[in-house]
């Protein structure tokens, strides 16, 4: 039973850090005018409440995988957006633009959803569907590239932001 009480005083506290975060976050877009202060509390309890559904206490993010996807990502956007730009404004873009499809290894869920979002941050592909098993389509300038190694060579570092729950006891 005392585990039971050490995990609703953890759910509390994440919860009630969530919303002081998103009141302080509503004072520095709103202003701290009293008589904005009820709603300003009322959305980030609403907030902090929709927070646990959307990302539950107990998930993590692992600030290693988390540099070492940015490491990947931010340059290779760069280049991909040269490289659309370099299209963009040559004579002949030389394309071959349609659709392409691919599992994802991404666990279905928010974290899927996250990836198809960073995915479609980077220029030259962009998720439009994903079904229920896992298919992506991937919409795509150029179809001669490798597209479903090049996703799973994005989603691998992307998995590993994620920190799994930890169990105690």
Do not use: N, Y
């Amino acid at each position: 039973m005392e585990g039971a009480a050490v995990a609703d005083d953890r759910r509390f506290s994440a919860l009630l850090v969530r919303g002081l975060c998103l009141l302080a976050l509503w004072v520095i877009l709103m202003g701290s005018a009293l008589k904005d202060l009820p709603v300003g509390i009322a959305a980030s309890a609403a907030g902090a409440w929709a927070s646990t559904v959307l990302w539950p206490v107990g998930a993590g993010l692992s600030l290693r995988g988390l540099i070492r996807f940015l490491i990947r990502f931010l340059p290779q956007s760069v280049v991909a957006g040269v490289d659309v730009a370099r299209r963009a404004f040559a004579r002949d873009p030389d394309l071959r633009p349609g659709f392409a499809t691919c599992r994802s290894i991404v666990p279905d869920g928010m974290a899927r959803d996250s990836a198809c979002a960073v995915m479609s941050l980077r220029p030259g592909k962009l998720p439009v569907s994903v079904a229920a098993d896992g298919m992506l389509l991937i919409h795509c300038l150029d179809l001669r590239e490798p597209i479903a190694e090049q996703v799973a060579a994005d989603e691998a570092p992307f998995c590993r932001i994620f920190r799994a729950e930890r169990r105690d006891g």
